[in-house]
């Protein structure tokens, strides 16, 4: 939804506020490989469809084709080793 607002607006305004992220928290949800991270494929071929919908330069296509292959790729190769928790995962 926030992408498809993007796209609509008229006006995009930028903050030049100072932002922290800690990067100390091994147990950060950014850091931990889980199920979850799976969805990712999910999340890019969406990108990919808004793309499509509104009729992007056929290079940025390219582009966003191309990443979404090696995430598929990339997971495929992880997917063949993870250990998931039950059959249904």
Known sequence: MTK??????????????VFYYRQDNVHAITKIFSKKNFFVL??????FEL???NNFDKK??????????????????VFENYQFESETD
Do not use: I
């Open 4 to 17: 498809k607002l993007f796209l609509k607006s008229n006006k995009v305004v930028f903050s030049d506020g």
């Open 42 to 47: 999910s999340s890019s071929s969406r990108l």
């Open 51 to 53: 793309l499509k919908e």
């Open 60 to 77: 940025v296509m390219y582009v966003n084709q191309q990443a979404l292959l090696r995430t598929y790729l990339h997971l495929y190769r």
